[in-house]
């Protein structure tokens, strides 16, 4: 079972920031938080991950509390073409985690006009 | 660098037929998973194959085989189809799968279709 609890859906107006909540309380420390998103009918497109900093890359920034418990994916400028599920995933990467990434059901965002 | 490519893209069999799947992935990854997407499901993890061999398996039936080849390219087997086994199926390459190295990039997937 996944890990991580995320809002069904969101709405973002286009050209506003989208900040997705995830919550991982469970998370151990080992543990790696990566999101991932997956426009219709397309594989998931890997966005980012992080272990207890903040990240950011060119698609988005990614916002760890101190205690790890939660986190917020940040898309700055959101377009249509963001339009898509986003998936938060915690693994170590470890013994029966390798290569294996666990997806729950994720938050359907809806980038309006 | 190429993506992932997964061959063939759409495929439509029969109850009781086999099928098989390729995934070529990205130069230098070394693993590679397999994932089943079913709208009621969502995206299941198959199995992960690294350096030839299965390092992890997910919980479906022995119907669901797969390998691995010397150069990472990747195959996975469905014997004895079900009308249930209709789905996405999709391939994900990493360079290692372990520790800091497990961010998986995506093919477009097979789209299976059992009538």
Redo the contacts between chains.
């Keep these: 079972d996944a890990k991580t609890t995320q809002p069904p859906s969101m709405d973002c107006a286009e050209g506003r920031a989208a900040n997705l909540p995830c919550n991982h309380s469970t998370i151990s420390g080992n543990e790696?938080v990566?999101w991932y998103r997956q426009i219709h009918?397309?594989?998931?497109?890997?966005i980012i991950?992080g272990?207890k900093n903040n990240e950011t890359n060119e698609m988005a920034s990614l916002i760890i509390t101190e205690d790890r418990k939660s986190s917020t994916l940040i898309l700055p400028h959101a377009t249509l073409r963001d339009t898509a599920v986003y998936?938060c995933i915690v693994?170590d990467?470890?013994g029966?985690?390798?290569?294996?990434?666990?997806?729950?059901?994720g938050t359907k965002l809806s980038v309006k006009p | 660098k190429a993506g992932?490519t997964q061959t063939p893209r759409y495929l439509i069999k029969t109850r009781g037929q086999q099928v098989t799947l390729s995934c070529s992935p990205i130069s230098g990854h070394r693993?590679?998973?397999w994932?089943q997407q079913t709208p009621g499901q969502?995206?299941?993890?198959l199995f992960?194959?690294?350096s030839e061999t299965q390092?992890?398996k997910?919980n479906f039936p022995g119907r669901f085989s797969g390998r691995q080849f010397s150069n990472s390219r990747s195959e996975m087997n469905v014997s004895t189809l079900e009308l249930g086994d209709s789905a996405?199926y999709?391939c994900?390459s990493?360079r290692t799968?372990?520790?800091?190295?497990?961010?998986?990039?995506?093919?477009?997937?097979t789209r299976l279709t059992v009538l």
């Design positions: 790696y990566y009918s397309q594989g998931p497109q890997y991950h272990l998936y693994s990467n470890y029966g985690s390798q290569g294996n990434l666990i997806f729950g059901k | 992932v693993s590679v998973s994932y969502g995206l299941q993890f992960e194959y690294f390092r992890n997910g996405l999709l994900a990493s799968g372990t520790g800091s190295s497990n961010e998986q990039f995506f093919g477009p997937g």
